[in-house]
């Protein structure tokens, strides 16, 4: 058996009229992120992961932000064809430990849904995912409101 280990990080400005985006799901706030594609930051750090571990680049690269393909796209299908390439290298979704860095909203009444969805869109266990949420105790552009950010890390596994 072959393991490889990544690490993604993603960050997003938070604007007015803009739907919020976070781990596949949809979550009533005042403000969402802003990007390119729905800019779910999460996903966007557990697609990093899992392309750094496979050594097959990043999101920008195989999604660049350029593409008329990918204006307004929903990241769970980014999440999704990521998972496909690293296949294409032999490996499949470990697990993944990520933290979403946030004031608001809360995220942890949210993390059993984005967990379902994101189980869901990989292919694995929900027990496979793991989702941590902390603030920045108001301190830098997070704590500041204005933007998010996330990391994760990924083990991807070659039988």
């Known amino acids: 058996m072959n393991i490889k280990v990544g690490l993604g990080y993603d960050v997003h400005r938070l604007v007015s009229g803009r739907d919020l985006w976070l781990g596949g799901i949809k979550?009533?706030?005042?403000?969402?992120?802003?990007?390119?594609?729905?800019?779910?930051?999460l996903i966007h750090a557990i697609c990093d992961a899992l392309l750094g571990a496979a050594n097959m680049r990043d999101i920008g690269y195989h999604?660049?932000?350029?593409?008329?393909?990918?204006?307004n796209v929903d990241s769970k299908i980014l999440l999704r064809k990521t998972v496909g390439l690293i296949a294409t290298k032999g490996y499949r979704v470990g697990n993944i430990d990520a933290t979403v860095c946030a004031e608001r909203p809360k995220i942890n009444p949210h993390v059993p849904a984005m967990k379902a969805c994101l189980a869901e869109v990989m292919g694995v266990s929900e027990d496979d995912i793991s989702i941590k949420a902390t603030t920045t105790e108001r301190l830098g552009f997070t704590g500041r409101e204005e933007g998010m950010s996330a990391y994760a890390v990924a083990l991807i596994i070659k039988d």
């Open 27 to 41: 979550i009533e706030h005042t403000m969402g992120l802003l990007g390119h594609s729905d800019a779910d930051v």
């Open 63 to 71: 999604f660049p932000d350029t593409s008329a393909d990918t204006l």
